[in-house]
Structures are given as structure tokens and as C-alpha cells.
């Protein structure tokens, strides 16, 4: 008996966003609600589905009021230098003292960048006393992470803005945190 051949089902992937551009520098502002990474869809019907169910499910309010939160909080040069100093060695902690840390895909070039700029960047430096606002970190990292490849882009902003929002909530609850303190 001839049986006819099976076909499998082809899936195109995309990666699909829904967030904010903030024109001053062009930063992609990207919240975790609204990236879709690995949307694997076999028509064109069903990517137009997926990409309402993400727009209807994004909450731009609450990114919105999350964006503001971060210029009500701020840290020290003190706070900062120790900051980059966790992040360079956050990639060289065991992998048990990771499961307890957040985790930055953000990379050695990147923090270098972010430090120049905390010094330099017209829009985002530090104030005269030093300190930074989280919204001008925030903005350091989306500029530094514009060297990232394009495949890993999206995740590396929304990365940056889920590691500020975490520094932001530890900060605003005057809690310690590894990064911080």
C-alpha cells in the first residue's frame, strides 16, 4: 500500500514588540508584557491573531507609570561604581549564588560603555553631585546595549528594563540588595 507523503507543518518564527520610543537617544523602552521572543506561527492569519493578543494584553499605563517611578529614585557615584563592579561579577558567580541574584545579559563591553556614558552623555550623565536617576540608568543601558546584535536585542532591552525596575523596587523599600550595597 502507497501511502502518500506527510507533510510537516512549517512554523515561520518572529520576535514582536509593543512598548515605547523614547526620541531623544531612540532607545527602544520594551516592558516584559510587551515582547513576544519566539512567536512561532504557521500562517499569516495566525501572526495577525498573535500580534492583537499581545497588543490588547499590554499594559501601556503601567509601563508608562513604572518609567516615571524611576525618576523618583536615585544613587549615589559610591552606589554606582559598586553596581558595575556586581555586574562584571555577576557572570563569575557559581551557579548556585546566580539562582539568588537577578539575572543581566548584559556584557563586559556593554558595562564599559554604560560607565563612559555616566561620565559623558549629554542627555543621561550624572548629576553634578554624582548621583543618577534610574530613568538615566535605565537610558545608559538601552544605549550600550545598541551594539548587541540584532537577534538578541529586544530581550537585551527588556532585560535592562526589568534589572532597573528591580534596582528601582529594592530602592524605593530601602531594602539591600547585592548590586546596591
Known sequence: MNSLPQYKKLYKKFKVFVGYQN????????ATDGLKADLRVSSTMELKQKVYE????????SHVNTMKSMLN??????QFAHLVGKMKMYNYQ??????????????????????????TDIDFMKADDGTIHFWNLYNLFTEA?????????????????????????????????????
Open 23 to 30: 526620541t531623544v537617544c531612540t532607545n527602544l523602552c520594551i
Open 54 to 61: 499581545l497588543f490588547n494584553s499590554y499594559d501601556r499605563q
Open 73 to 78: 529614585h536615585k544613587i549615589t557615584e559610591e
Open 94 to 119: 557559581s551557579k548556585e549564588a546566580k539562582k539568588h541574584l537577578f539575572p543581566i545579559t548584559i556584557t563586559d563591553t556593554q558595562i564599559n560603555s554604560i560607565v563612559k556614558d555616566y561620565h
Open 145 to 181: 546595549n545598541k551594539s548587541t546584535y540584532i537577534d538578541v536585542n529586544f530581550e537585551r532591552n527588556t532585560n535592562a528594563y526589568e534589572f532597573v525596575q528591580y534596582l528601582t523596587n529594592f530602592k524605593s523599600n530601602e531594602i539591600n540588595n547585592w548590586y546596591l550595597y
